[in-house]
């Protein structure tokens, strides 16, 4: 019941949103060649913990919105390849997936996604920070899941970094908890980060960083568990990706 009242309140709060953001058709979700976007309202989520976007720590200078955005990803083997971006924080109600490239993501390799923000983005705030943007690309599954297989992404405009030197990994839970968030390293789970959450507000995102400068190329897994403070029922999320420094 919970949270199909949840899911109410927010309807409730997309019919009263500004007229001009909802008027226009053209801002509408949908097909736009090589990738699906648009405004798109979405419920609130009814998993435990949601991971919204897992990025690079990496913020290119812009005075303005560019003309263009890029995400760049290295593909550490060949797999079904789900991207998405949205907000980090539900405000224009922005949306991207459905990811068509011209020549298919390739393994062993940094791939590359260019899209104009003139259709949507520039319509909806020409003053955005696109770091207020996150970036999502789900490796296998397109779904949300416990355990996520996921390659972490650089968001830029011009020019990406040399190398990574730490991810941000955003979540969200679905009421008030308390977390602790490991990062572990490969098959021996090695843990070389934690960072604890006395208590995570419920429905609002918040970032775990993890300084990786120095950190040896490989498979890693951030792990975080904990449970809701209402409740005392039991949180878990893992992520799995792949930490490759150099980008070029």
Known sequence: MALKLRATWLFLGVLVAPL????????????????????KPKPVSGYDIEVISVLADYQEPSTQLPDQLRVGFYLQSQAPVHLTVREQDYRLYYWLDKVTPA?????KSVNEYTWPTKPVLRQLDQKLNPYELGVLIRLGKETPAENEEIAPAILYHAQPPERISGYLFTMK????????CKVLRGKESAEVMT??????????PFTVRWDAAGAQEGHYTLVCSGYFLDTNQPLRQTVRFFHRPAMR
């Open 20 to 39: 001009p953001l909802w008027a226009d058709s053209s801002l509408d979700y949908q097909n736009r060649g090589d990738r699906f976007e648009g405004v």
């Open 103 to 107: 020549k298919g993501w390739q393994a």
């Open 173 to 180: 839970a679905n009421g008030d908890a308390r977390l602790s």
């Open 195 to 204: 960072q604890t959450f006395r208590r995570l507000p419920g429905g609002r």
